[in-house]
Nanobody
Framework: EVQLQASGGGLVQAGGSLRLSCAAS????????IGWFRQAPGEEREGVSC???????YYADSVEGRFTISSDYAKNTIYLQMNSLLPEDTAVYYC??????????????????WGKGTQVTVSS
């Protein structure tokens, strides 16, 4: 059974940093991508970043240069380092697996598996 577990959210002041983790398990093969999405109240879920099995990375324009996605496949964990956080980054963050290796990113509907979200709140 595929499972994704996101963690690392919290409350931080604007300009601060957080690192989110996504622990993945149950995959039969390792040619999948992991994406990070976020959803603020009243907003649609939006793609933030994705990392494919060959290490290619993709970012939303709004986080480019501030967020970094990385993977530790030995630990089956994907990280999202978030620096220079802004109040508009406040949202519930989710990790999701794309069996088409980030080809569906940034479309949330294309993701195959989802973890439960972790709340990120950035105060001004």
């Amino acid at each position: 059974e595929v499972q994704l577990q996101a963690s690392g959210g919290g409350l931080v002041q604007a300009g601060g940093s957080l690192r989110l983790s996504c622990a993945a398990s149950g995959f039969l093969y390792d040619d999948y991508g992991i994406g990070w999405f976020r959803q603020a109240p009243g907003e649609e879920r939006e793609g933030v970043s994705c990392i494919s099995s060959d290490g290619s990375t993709y970012y939303a324009d709004s986080v480019e240069g501030r967020f970094t996605i990385s993977s530790d496949y030995a630990k089956n964990t994907i990280y999202l380092q978030m620096n220079s956080l802004l109040p508009e980054d406040t949202a519930v963050y989710y990790c999701a697996a794309d069996l088409r290796d980030c080809s569906d990113y940034p479309h949330a509907a294309g993701m195959d598996y989802w973890g439960k979200g972790t709340q990120v709140t950035v105060s001004s």
